[in-house]
């Protein structure tokens, strides 16, 4: 399974960025999953819900199941949150997942940067940041794209990747 990330800070343009990526790429017929970092209180079930009712009342873990797609809640009642590497073992093969966030992880990364958001960047302390799509033109030593431009950056992740 091949990991490739989507780094940059608040409204950089991220999920638009992992959301075009995966289209793009699926339109080429790859697998794709993807792994976002979330902050420690969302939750994807709601009170009133059956599921969420099993969770309330104790249960480790809850699938919720139909003819069209499951999902499962794990609820970590204390334990450490899992690294990115535990994760990723947790998903089924596909030929590449995009992960959005994790900037602190060592995997390779495209960095979103839009010049509006007024961010620092990231990618010249740090290495894994490969390349940078951006609004606004930026003069670094890796390449930049234009962070419209999914074709190109689907191009060059996917020769990063060996796909």
Same mark, same amino acid.
């Given at each position: 399974?091949?990991?490739?990330?989507v780094t940059g800070?608040?409204?950089?343009? &991220?999920?638009?960025?992992?959301?075009?990526?995966?289209?793009?790429?699926?339109?080429?017929?790859?697998?794709?999953?993807?792994? &976002?970092?979330?902050h420690d209180g +969302?939750?994807?079930?709601?009170?009133?819900?059956?599921?969420?009712?099993?969770?309330?009342?104790?249960?480790?873990?809850?699938? $919720?199941?139909?003819?069209?797609?499951?999902?499962?809640?794990?609820?970590?009642?204390?334990?450490?949150? $899992?690294? $990115?590497?535990?994760?990723?073992?947790?998903?089924?093969?596909?030929?590449?997942?995009?992960?959005?966030?994790? &900037?602190?992880?060592?995997?390779? &990364?495209?960095?979103?940067?839009?010049?509006?958001?007024?961010?620092?960047?990231?990618?010249?302390?740090?290495?894994?940041?490969?390349? $940078?799509?951006?609004?606004?033109?930026?003069?670094?030593?890796?390449?930049?794209?234009?962070?419209?431009?999914?074709?190109?950056?689907?191009? +060059?992740?996917?020769?990063?990747?060996?796909?």
């Amino acid at each position: 399974m091949r990991v490739y990330g989507v780094t940059g800070w608040k409204n950089a343009g &991220k999920t638009g960025l992992v959301e075009r990526l995966v289209s793009e790429i699926t339109g080429r017929g790859f697998t794709v999953s993807t792994v &976002k970092h979330a902050h420690d209180g +969302f939750d994807v079930d709601h009170e009133g819900t059956d599921s969420y009712r099993h969770r309330i009342a104790g249960a480790r873990e809850v699938m $919720l199941a139909s003819g069209r797609r499951f999902a499962l809640m794990h609820e970590l009642r204390g334990a450490p949150e $899992l690294t $990115l590497s535990e994760l990723l073992t947790r998903l089924s093969p596909c030929d590449l997942v995009l992960i959005e966030g994790y &900037k602190r992880d060592r995997h390779p &990364k495209i960095e979103a940067y839009r010049a509006i958001a007024n961010n620092p960047l990231i990618a010249p302390g740090d290495e894994t940041v490969r390349a $940078l799509a951006s609004d606004t033109p930026l003069d670094l030593n890796r390449p930049v794209f234009d962070l419209d431009d999914t074709q190109s950056i689907a191009d +060059f992740i996917l020769r990063e990747v060996g796909l």
